[in-house]
């Protein structure tokens, strides 16, 4: 395949499942020759080498990709909903994705874990493999706890009390989170792919899920389904398709069976003081996010919880696009042997990270005005609404960067302590201000709380080597030049109150920020990237383009040098 020719998207996945498949069952016969051989099975080469890199540019992709679907997904799917049912059944929807994420706690910071102990080379693959089962144990364990709580709730019809839910509010609360610790167990057993630096396997996984989710719901939401049917078959889908996974995973009996069985109490016990402060994390994040829907059903009713449900998917969708860096960090830190290499993995993503965010904060702040009356056919009241959601997105894209590194240089308190505190402010001003500042107000203190994740950021940068101003001030220094002419072309175009000229200021301002991001990775990729190599070329020809797209305002991509 030449670099001129390009395989469309879904040609790629196949063919990476195939070739993991494939993999997978040529250690099968290995398992079968010897018993060291087992284990290798489950851990492989899982040290992930300077290719990551290239599985950034891969994740980016994926992770747009994703990003573009639950975009479509929510733009085409929330008038459907509001027409088909009311404000309060929305809210009831909205109520149940907010289970879904609260779900996170109960994974007890496993995935995580997980994958820093198979990508770390410095413990045994015995050992590997015996982390690998405590940990799912961990996970059915405390799922199962947490389930059956939810379930004994609903038989007493206490969240249709305490959240002012429409009828049948009950069992859409129990069944999302079932689905979910379902699709969280996957997730777990798949978390092999992730370690041996393949995360954009899963991402692709889950993006062909999203499509398939996506035409399921209209389907169902035309036959006037419910919001019970809806869920579900939402939920559901997304699912399936990391089943496909599983063997790229090498999931087989020979192999996992034995550790499993051989789990004693003490091991599951240890997973849970290991997750503790990523526990804690979890409960942090969803605290300051999902959780205040919640907050505000009880406080006022699930109608104003569905307003913000919209606002916070327009700013996850900004802190998203940090996400498609920071999780491939994680396995990337933990495997690197020198502060040396952690500073420059760690670069590598937060530049990434800084542009990406800073971008979408941009358009987010002149734009979102406009994206609402297009979407919804009103406008939003205050002036200011669209700059408080960029804001609280960049806020959450902070809290995710130091969140990685920390755990990734398995030093999780610092990242912990910062977002729990912060978390308790946020809920604690929500608490006493709503009924004042109304969901402005929870904009602008959840936006504030990223300041409390400084003390972890100064701690990561003494532990790469650094100094603070080097580690996460110096990126954001290099992007203001690109970030003026982003703003500047923004206002212009916002000014203009021109259609046209604002989706051409947002492809400009995406051209810009994809040069700044693969400027020198691709070119690095490029140079490296004989004819023999494994890794196709679509990189120089990316490159290419961009330069054709943006000449003149920076010098030419595809010809820059490597770090």
């Given amino acids: 395949m030449t670099a001129t020719t390009l395989p469309p998207w879904d040609v790629i996945v196949k063919l990476q ?4 498949i494939s993999s997978s069952f040529g250690k099968i016969e290995q398992m079968r020759e010897s018993r060291v051989g087992g284990v290798s099975a489950i851990s492989g080469s899982l040290e992930v080498t300077d290719r990551h890199g290239h599985e950034l540019f891969l994740n980016h992709v994926w992770e747009s990709l994703n990003t573009a679907a639950k975009i479509l997904f929510f733009v085409v799917v929330t008038p459907l909903m ?15 994705n907010s289970s879904v994420a609260l779900m996170v706690v109960f994974d007890l910071g496993l995935r995580a874990l997980t994958r820093v102990a198979l990508s770390n080379n410095s413990i045994t693959q015995e050992e590997k493999v015996r982390r690998y089962a405590a940990n799912i144990a961990a996970f059915v364990l405390a799922s199962t706890s947490a389930l059956s709580l939810i379930f004994l709730l609903a038989l007493n019809g206490c969240w249709g009390r305490w959240l002012h839910l429409p009828v049948g509010g009950d069992f859409v609360m129990v069944a999302a989170p079932a689905i979910a610790a379902c699709t969280m167990l996957l997730q777990l057993l798949v978390e092999p792919v992730a370690a041996e630096g393949f995360l954009s396997r899963i991402k692709a996984n889950l993006f062909v899920g999203n499509l398939i989710a996506f035409g399921i719901v209209l389907a169902a939401l035309r036959i006037g389904a419910s919001v019970a049917v809806v869920t579900v078959l939402y939920l559901g889908t ?35 003081r290991l997750g503790s402060w990523n526990n804690v994390l979890n409960l942090a994040w969803l605290l300051q996010g999902y959780g205040l829907l919640f907050l505000i059903s009880i406080l006022i009713d699930p109608v104003q919880a569905g307003i913000f449900f919209l606002y916070l998917k327009l700013t996850e969708m900004l802190s998203v696009l940090g996400a498609s860096t920071t999780e491939p960090t994680i396995a990337a830190l933990a495997s690197a042997s020198t502060p040396e290499q952690r500073r420059r993995r760690f670069n590598a993503a937060y530049k990434s990270a800084v ?33 408080l959601i960029a804001l609280f997105g960049l806020s959450a894209a902070f809290t995710r960067m130091v969140t990685a590194a920390c755990v ?24 006493a201000f709503y009924h004042r500042g109304g969901t402005e107000g929870v904009l602008l203190i959840g936006a504030g709380s990223g300041i409390f994740l400084v003390p972890a950021a100064i701690a990561i940068a003494r532990t ?17 030049p690109s970030l003026f002419v982003i703003t500047t072309l923004s206002w212009l175009a916002a000014y203009s109150a021109n259609l046209f000229a604002m989706a051409l200021a947002v492809l400009t301002c995406a051209l810009i920020c994809l040069r700044h991001i693969f400027r020198q ?39 820059t040098r490597s770090i």
């Fill in 17 to 20: 499942i195939t070739e993991a």
């Fill in 464 to 480: 790469m080597g650094g100094g603070f101003l080097t580690i996460w001030i110096k990126p954001v220094k290099e992007f203001v």
């Fill in 355 to 387: 542009a990406l965010c800073l971008t979408g904060a941009v358009a987010y702040s002149f734009f979102c005005s406009d994206l609402l009356r297009l979407w919804l056919g009103r406008s939003f009241d205050n002036p200011f609404t669209g700059l």
């Fill in 238 to 272: 997304l699912a399936l398709p990391l089943l496909f996974l599983l063997p790229a995973a090498h999931v087989q009996t020979g192999i996992f069976g034995r550790p499993m069985t051989g789990l004693k109490l003490e091991d599951i016990l240890s997973a849970f």
């Fill in 408 to 431: 990734g240089l398995g030093r999780p308190r610092p990242a912990a302590v910062g977002a729990l505190a912060g978390a308790l402010v946020t809920i604690a001003g929500v608490s």
């Fill in 521 to 559: 990775p691709l070119s690095r990729l490029g140079k490296g990237n004989g004819p023999d190599s494994s890794w196709p070329r679509y990189d120089m020809l990316l490159a290419q383009g961009i330069d054709y797209a943006c000449v003149g305002s920076h010098p030419s991509f595809s010809q």
């Fill in 82 to 96: 509001l027409a088909s049912w009311d404000k309060e059944r929305f809210g009831l929807f909205a109520l149940a």
